[in-house]
């Protein structure tokens, strides 16, 4: 037949599909004409059933025979190898068709029996140093379950600072991968669930799980206590620390726990009192370090006694100043109240952070104070104006010292009628003047100009600047006049007198 068709104008080439039956034909027609399509058609092989395969066809899934109790081997092969726990598998018939066996063979595919587990034992032990490289424990089995990286799956309960990873590595099988540095150190018997997300036939999802341990060292043990286990330093600072053990026999031995690597700056020494650390915190050393520490007693055999303590250092930054920009202090007026935090100009070292003013020049103003707290606050008085320099020290909860810059602060003085008043400038009536200085100085501007005593020409009026402006069109005349400066705070000036004359115009 095949050199027939083959003969044919219109038929290109011609391949035969077959297998030693038809259950294998019905799986070599699968694997050629359907790929990656996830879905499955069961019908049975028989001849009074081969209608129902016929039917099937628009469903558009492969179509694979099995007979009324039984997938056939070559059959099974092939769903394992293809069915995920996305699919979906279309058993064809009523139960005198397939049997109930055969529908719960294949539901099996999709969801597994709920014996997914492991393998191999996978209790080990972790020293403090944590996982110094990625460990992986293989041979991980899922049974009756073709386990791919798009399933779901979730990994709980991990001592901390440790993360896992699921990959496949084959229809059944995947690796699980531990990595990173578990801590607590005191943390033991962790164990770890892994549960796989399967797809039912016909009921919804069902969980499959497997659980294994991993004791971390460091659990404590045989009833001592030591007096530290927190400690705080800043960088910078210098520190010692004294462990002591109780709640055994004297003397007590210390010791690292094997693996564990201190920094440079951490240096320890056993004394008859106790374990010394001493520790000189470099820049850039903050940050949390944490390490084990065994302490035995004295005792022998059965009453020896041994602990296992995790000790934590948290390292802070050094306090350090910014008073640049909109940290800079702002000058002080005379009458207005000023108040400066400078906490808020400082980052790093531990709070709370304590302040001491460290005069470089000038005295503080008499109504002014500086606080423990960093805040500098008062109302200068008349006779206070001035500069006057000084630092600010920040000494952080750890005891380190920095100082900052020299800091100036001018406080302004009352705005200031000038002796001897000028006399001003004439003025021609009907001409535009320009602005004509009163001489004031010092306060804050704007000011306002108050007239206590005469009046100035019509036409004429003070600005912010303290300045006579505008066009004379009163009164040909001298004209004498007392004012009062208040600038923007409020602050008054004392009184003064001037005199302007109006001369006639010009023709």
């Given at each position: 037949m095949k050199t027939a068709l083959g003969k044919l104008p219109s038929v290109n080439n011609v391949t035969r599909l077959a297998g030693a039956n038809r259950y294998e034909t019905s799986v070599e027609f699968a694997k050629d004409q359907f790929s990656g399509v996830g879905n499955f058609c069961l019908v049975r092989g028989a001849d009074a059933n081969l209608a129902d395969a016929i039917g099937s066809t628009i469903l558009g899934f492969p179509i694979l025979y099995v007979a009324r109790d039984l997938i056939s081997s070559s059959v099974n092969d092939y769903l394992n190898r293809e069915v995920t726990s996305l699919s979906d598998i279309y058993v064809?018939?009523?139960?005198?068709?397939?049997?109930?066996?055969?529908?719960?063979?294949?539901?099996?595919?999709?969801?597994?029996?709920?014996?997914?587990?492991?393998?191999k034992s996978c209790v080990n032990q972790y020293d403090t140093d944590g996982f110094k490289n990625k460990i992986t424990i293989s041979g991980t089995t899922f049974k009756n379950i073709?386990?791919?990286?798009?399933?779901?799956?979730?990994?709980?309960?991990?001592?901390?600072?440790v993360t896992?990873?699921?990959?496949?590595?084959?229809?059944?099988?995947?690796?699980?991968?531990?990595?990173?540095?578990?801590?607590?150190?005191?943390?033991?018997?962790?164990?770890?669930?892994?549960?796989?997300?399967?797809?039912?036939?016909?009921?919804?999802?069902?969980?499959?799980?497997?659980?294994?341990?991993?004791?971390?060292l460091g659990a404590t043990v045989g009833g001592l206590t030591l007096n530290e286990t927190f400690l705080e330093a800043t960088e910078t600072g210098v520190y010692k620390f004294t462990f002591k053990a109780s709640g055994g026999k004297s003397p007590y031995t210390y010791s690292l726990l094997k693996g564990t690597t201190l920094p440079g700056w951490l240096k320890n020494d056993a004394t008859l009192v106790g374990w010394v650390f001493t520790a000189t915190p470099i820049d850039n050393s903050a940050g949390t370090y944490r390490f084990g520490v065994e302490?035995?007693?004295?005792?022998?055999?059965?009453?020896?006694?041994?602990?296992?303590?995790?000790?934590?250092?948290?390292?802070?930054?050094k306090p350090v100043f910014d008073l640049t920009g909109d940290n800079a202090p702002s000058g002080a007026t005379i009458g207005k109240k000023y108040s400066f935090d400078f906490d808020t100009t400082v980052t790093g070292g531990k709070t709370p952070r304590s302040y001491a003013l460290l005069l470089t020049s000038g005295s503080l103003p008499g109504s002014m104070t500086f606080k423990s707290n960093g805040i500098l606050s008062g109302t200068p008085k008349i006779g206070e104006?001035?500069?006057?320099?000084?630092?600010?020290?920040?000494?952080?909860?750890?005891?380190?010292i920095t100082d900052s810059e020299e800091i100036t602060i001018e406080v302004k003085g009352a705005p200031t009628i000038p002796d001897p008043i000028p006399i001003l400038s004439e003025i021609m009536w009907g001409k535009k003047v320009e602005p004509i200085s009163l001489g004031i100085?010092?306060?804050?501007?704007?000011?306002?100009?108050?007239?206590?005593?005469?009046q100035i020409p019509k036409g004429m009026s003070f600005n912010e600047n303290g300045e006579l402006s505008g066009t004379p069109i009163g009164d040909i005349k001298k004209y004498e006049f007392s004012i009062m400066a208040t600038d923007y705070y409020g602050v008054t000036s004392s009184i003064g007198a001037y005199t302007i004359t109006v001369t006639q115009p010009t023709t």
């Open positions: 064809i018939g009523g139960t005198s068709a397939i049997s109930e066996r055969v529908y719960t063979d294949a539901r099996a595919k999709i969801t597994g029996d709920d014996t997914c587990k492991f393998e073709s386990y791919k990286e798009r399933d779901h799956y979730t990994i709980s309960a991990l001592p901390k600072g896992a990873t699921l990959k496949r590595t084959g229809n059944y099988t995947a690796d699980l991968t531990l990595s990173g540095t578990p801590y607590p150190v005191l943390t033991s018997n962790k164990t770890v669930s892994v549960r796989i997300l399967g797809a039912a036939v016909s009921s919804g999802r069902n969980l499959t799980s497997a659980s294994f341990t991993i004791t971390v302490v035995s007693d004295k005792g022998t055999g059965s009453n020896k006694k041994t602990s296992i303590f995790e000790i934590t250092l948290k390292v802070y930054k104006e001035g500069d006057f320099k000084f630092k600010v020290r920040v000494i952080d909860e750890n005891f380190v100085t010092g306060g804050t501007q704007p000011y306002t100009i108050n007239i206590t005593k005469g």
